[in-house]
């Protein structure tokens, strides 16, 4: 599969949890969706299910996608508890089995013209206790959108993510700020402009959205 101009897969990381990975991860799905393709949504793991979100990441994922993919299609490994995934696990009396996530993002891939991978935290969270997010990315082998926020502090976040995924041999197809607000402080411009400049990298920024309406999405590519 080509990793570019909307074909093949990826997969969509941050600068940490919260930060807006599957707003970007659905508006990447909906605009390759909105082309015609067939998408897939793969997400390795998915917890906090007890909170009870009005949306959990995987249907908001599908939704957008317009995916027909079960839960466990789509995120093999779902838990109750707000914990990362490796303590999730745990506290199941389980461990995330690697080999399952690679063949399950396969088989994912297989019955689709494309992927949208979602992360789960940050690159160096753990899923297992020796395997890693950003080991995940590696195996999979796509491109990453780097999800960060437009404020202070987003340079040296956005920076380390950068290294520590160019550091493992992945590439960085582009990194997303979000929300970015209609008129940006002179601040977030000088961020958008200095993570560019400095890491080397494309940059977008994404509107505040009505998450309930895709068709008023703006179109986001790699
Ligand atoms: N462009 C945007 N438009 C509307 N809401 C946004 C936008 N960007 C971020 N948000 C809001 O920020 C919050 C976090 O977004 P999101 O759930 O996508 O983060 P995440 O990184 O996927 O979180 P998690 O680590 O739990 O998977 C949500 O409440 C979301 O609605
Ligand atoms: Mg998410």
Not at 30 to 38: D, I, K, S, V, Y
Not at 41 to 65: I, M, Q, S, W, Y
Not at 96 to 101: K, N, Q, S
Request: with cysteine.
């Amino acid at each position: 599969m080509s990793d570019r101009s909307g074909g093949g897969g990826i997969f969509v990381t941050g600068t940490g949890t919260e930060v807006g990975k599957t707003v970007v991860a659905a508006v990447l799905a909906h605009t390759l969706a909105a082309e015609g393709r067939g998408v897939a949504v793969f997400k390795p793991c998915v917890t906090g299910l007890d909170e009870n979100p009005p949306e959990a990441d995987h249907e908001l994922l599908r939704r957008a996608a317009g995916s027909d993919q079960s839960d466990e299609q789509i995120a093999p490994y779902r838990y109750g508890p707000p914990a990362s995934p490796h303590l999730a696990a745990a506290l199941a009396g389980e461990e995330i089995d690697p080999e399952r996530l690679r063949a399950a993002a396969r088989d994912a891939a297989d019955g689709a013209d494309a992927i949208v991978c979602e992360g789960v935290g940050g690159l160096l969270v753990p899923l297992a206790p020796d395997y890693l997010v950003r080991d995940l990315a590696v195996d999979l082998g796509y491109p990453l959108a780097i999800v960060a926020s437009p404020g202070l502090g987003t340079i040296n976040h956005t920076l380390l993510t950068i290294a520590a995924a160019r550091a493992a041999g992945l590439e960085v197809a582009l990194v997303v700020l979000t929300p970015w607000p209609e008129h940006p402080s002179e601040i977030k411009e000088s961020n958008r402009e200095t993570i560019a400049a400095v890491g080397k990298v494309e940059v977008r920024t994404l509107p505040t959205l009505d998450l309930g309406a895709p068709e008023t999405w703006p179109q986001l590519s790699w």
